[in-house]
């Protein structure tokens, strides 16, 4: 069963910097597509950013230029720079492992991806 786990979350003030990592663990696959999620009290949880396994990656219109999405084998970074305080939320990291059989883009549907960390909060202060 795969495992993933966050941390890195914290306080920052605006234009202050944080780095996630989600550490994956249990069984590994060569295809796969792994994302940030993020979610505030009565919001829906929105995709931030994606990468899949050849290291293409996406990312939401309100975080390009300030968070890059990257791997290193078995974990999942988000480097967050220049933050707001519009980033406060839950973030969450997913894994798809199962897209590549449906020829399926990676991309941040929440619904394709079926293994989820329990989350890491950031605040961001004005």
């Known amino acids: 069963q795969v495992q993933l786990v966050e941390s890195g979350g914290g306080s920052v003030q605006a234009g202050g910097s944080l780095s996630l990592a989600c550490v994956s663990s249990?069984?590994?696959?060569?295809?796969?597509?792994m994302a940030w999620f993020r979610q505030v009290p009565g919001k829906e949880r929105e995709g931030v950013a994606t990468i899949d396994s050849v290291g293409t990656t996406s990312y939401a219109d309100s975080v390009k230029g300030r968070f890059t999405i990257s791997h290193d084998k078995n974990v999942l970074y988000l480097q967050m720079n220049n933050l707001k305080p519009e980033d406060t939320a839950m973030y969450y990291c997913?894994?798809?492992?199962?897209?590549?059989?449906?020829?399926?883009?990676?991309?941040?549907?929440?619904?394709?991806?079926?293994?989820w960390g329990q989350g890491t909060q950031v605040t961001v202060s004005s």
């Open positions: 997913a894994a798809d492992f199962k897209g590549w059989l449906f020829s399926r883009r990676c991309g941040p549907v929440l619904a394709d991806f079926d293994h």
């Open positions: 249990g069984p590994t696959y060569s295809r796969y597509c």
